[in-house]
C-alpha cells in the first residue's frame, strides 16, 4: 500500500509554495476579485492538489487548475465545465462514482485512477511560460514517485501530454518529437507504463465538437 502519510506531507508543503511570482500573484488575485456568481465564496486560491486513489493503476495529468474551478475550490478539476464533461465521462465508465465534481467534500471518489496537473498554480489565460512549468515539475516528479501502482498515464492536452514525456526522459533517451500527441495516441514507455494523448475536456474543444462523449469514453474503456 502507498503511504497516505507521504502525501500529506507532500501535499502540505507543495500548498505554500512561493516560487513563481507571476503565478502567485494571478491565483491571489482571481480568489480576491471572484467571479461574480462565486462572490461569497471563500476561494482557495494556493497551488492545487491532486486527489484520488493513491493506489491507482491510472493517472490523469491535466495542464493547471482553472481559475474559477480548482483555483476556487481547492481540488483541480472541481466546480467548472471542463470538471462536468470530465466527470460525466469517467462516472460513465465505471471510473467515479458520481456523475458530478462541484467541490472538496462532494463525496467523489475515482476508481482505481488518480487526478493531477502538471502545473500547480493557475496561469494567466491558460498560459504558462516554459519556466514556471520548468520550476513547477519537481512537484509533478514528487508526486510520480508516490504514486507508485501506475500503469497507465492519460495526458489531457498537449502540455500535460509533453510534461509527462519529459518526466520519462530523465530515465531514458527518449526523443520527444518521436512521440506526437493525438487523442487516443498511446506509447509505451520505458518502465512499461502507457503513456496516452487525450483531449483536454474544455469547453474549447467540447463545444467546437473537436472531442465529445463517445470519444473521451471510448479512450476510458479503452484503458481499463
Ligand atoms: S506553479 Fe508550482 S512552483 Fe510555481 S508557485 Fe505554483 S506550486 Fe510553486
Redesign the pocket.
Known sequence: MVNNNKFKAFYSD?IT????TR??SF?EKIAKEKRKQYINEEYWGK?VPGYGDINAKILFVGL?PAAHGGNRTGRVFTGDKSADFLMKCMHYTGLSNQINSDYRDDGLKLKNAYMTAM???VPPKDK?TAG?LK??F??FNQEMELLKKLRTIVALGKIAFDGTLKYFKQFDDLKIKEFPFGHGKSYKMPNGIDLIGCYHPSPRNVNTGKLDFEMMTDLFNNIQ
Not at 17 to 20: A, D, E, I, K
Open positions: 507543495m509554495c512561493t516560487q513563481c503565478l502567485v491565483r497551488p493547471a502545473l500547480k498554480c504558462p514556471e520550476t513547477c519537481s512537484y
